[in-house]
């Protein structure tokens, strides 16, 4: 599994990466301190193992302790999650995502700055 496929990450492993980003590296100790009602510890342990597995995690050694970090740059995953959303909730349609989060009005400045990213976004020589 490629950590820039499709994210299929269970609820306690969304936590888990979102506290090694949080971090930026960490051991199993910290990212227990991080999580909502905590499991053990060796579950977590656990978890950052598949996780490894999967191919979302690596470690390095640090003494006796295991140092866990994340293999893909935040915001490539986060691109990747979005990509996944989009192509399984909008039938792979970025007008449709966008619509949806338009659902909710924007105040000036969400609206100024969406423009300038709308025109940014436009490809050259598109004059429409």
Request: charged share 30%.
């Amino acid at each position: 599994m490629s950590p820039t496929g499709s994210m299929d990450l269970g609820r306690r492993e969304r936590q888990i990466m979102d506290a090694v980003y949080r971090l930026g590296r960490a051991t199993a100790a910290e990212v227990l301190a991080e999580l909502p009602d905590p499991p053990s510890y060796s579950a977590v342990r656990g978890m950052l193992r598949l996780l490894e597995d999967k191919g979302y995690l690596r470690h390095e050694q640090d003494g006796p302790r295991y140092v866990y970090l994340p293999t893909t740059a935040r915001d490539e995953a986060r691109r990747s999650a979005l990509a996944h959303l989009v192509r399984t909730f909008f039938n792979d349609s970025r007008e449709n995502a966008v619509a949806a989060l338009l659902d909710q009005p924007l105040d000036e400045g969400e609206y100024r700055r969406l423009r300038t990213l709308l025109d940014h976004a436009r490809e050259p020589g598109d004059e429409q």
